[in-house]
């Protein structure tokens, strides 16, 4: 039975990158990959916010010269369907926001939206000290959302392949979110 859902931040909850764009401009540079990596290193262990990330992003991505397609969308977009799902199951089921970025932005970004209620937790890895996709992650923040709560009743969605995959070698229910519509099913079946 599940007693907890933890959902990723960015990619799931608040959409800003368009992932195809950044692997297609800046994976193929090995010197531009290697500069992800620390970016995302970075924001990971919460040394930047995420308007620094975004600016960095849009720079390895060469925004200023695909203004008909940037990486970085010049307005963010929050799942507001996902959102209001998850708010139906609160109260049957606790809540958890867990993400690798920037603490205040992610508090912000939800609490502007309207959306603070849906959350009994907010958890971002520097808090941590280890980050996604390491199992360990997701272990301690399981432990924030709900003390004593076994792996195997709690369900983690995320966007990222390697954080469904390290959500899953903690002992954890994981679902790879495409769109709410999958996603909502997939949740349903391990409700009922």
């Known amino acids: 039975m599940i007693k907890v859902i933890l959902t990723d931040f960015y990619g799931v909850v608040y959409d800003n990158f368009d992932w195809q764009v950044i692997y297609e401009r800046v994976h193929s540079d090995p010197e531009k990959s290697e ?15 995420n308007e620094t990330f975004q600016q960095a992003i849009s720079i390895l991505a060469e925004d200023s010269k695909h203004p008909d397609q940037p990486a970085v969308y010049a307005r963010p977009t929050i799942n507001r369907a996902l959102l209001e ?17 920037y ?7 939800v609490e502007q939206g309207g959306y603070g209620d849906v959350f009994d937790e907010i958890i971002v890895s520097s808090q941590l000290g280890t980050y996604k996709p390491a199992p360990e992650a997701f272990l301690k923040a399981l ?27 903690a002992g954890l229910n994981a679902i790879r979110y ?6 909502k099913q997939q949740i349903d079946d391990l409700l009922s």
């Open 103 to 109: 603490r205040q932005d992610v508090i912000e970004l």
């Open 143 to 169: 432990e924030l959302v709900a003390p004593g709560v076994k792996p195997e009743e709690a369900l983690m969605l995320d966007d990222s392949p390697r954080h469904v995959v390290g959500a899953s070698e």
């Open 85 to 101: 799902y998850l708010r139906s199951l609160h109260g049957s089921v606790r809540i958890g926001l867990f993400s690798n970025g």
């Open 35 to 49: 500069q992800l990596q620390g970016i995302i290193r970075q924001i990971n262990q919460g040394l930047i916010d």
């Open 178 to 183: 495409i769109d709410v519509i999958n996603a």
